[in-house]
């Protein structure tokens, strides 16, 4: 069973960066499909980005080309930086953990706020 905790969130300006971290424990991290979710106020849960156990990359287009995903399997750690942040990236960031299609374990959410 993995655990995930997420960090790194908090208030930045309009065009400031942020890097998100996910950190997981309780099993063997680099087997897992790792996510990066959020939810903004009154709307769903949409992907980000994602990045499977071999390294491949998706984004959302909102995230293409502002935020980078990437995992450091020796330090169980994913990360999202985000760069070039917009006040319609204020949400809750979660981060998920899959085999499969089949979601093991999310993290409790780590808010961003983006301020005009």
């Known amino acids: 069973q993995v655990q995930l905790v997420e960090s790194g969130g908090g208030l930045v300006q309009s065009g400031g960066s942020l890097r998100l971290s996910c950190a997981a424990s309780?099993?063997?991290?680099?087997?897992?499909?790792m996510g990066w979710y959020r939810q903004a106020p009154g709307k769903q849960r949409e992907l980000v980005a994602s990045?499977?156990?071999?390294?491949?990359?998706n984004y959302a287009d909102s995230a293409k080309g502002r935020f980078t995903i990437s995992r450091d399997n020796a330090k169980n750690t994913m990360y999202l930086q985000m760069n070039s942040l917009k006040p319609e990236d204020t949400a809750v960031y979660y981060c998920?953990?899959?085999?499969?299609?089949?979601?093991?374990?999310w993290g409790q959410g780590t808010p961003v706020t983006v301020s005009s």
């Open positions: 309780g099993s063997r991290f680099s087997i897992y499909d």
């Open positions: 990045i499977t156990s071999g390294g491949a990359t």
């Open positions: 998920n953990a899959k085999i499969g299609i089949v979601v093991r374990a």
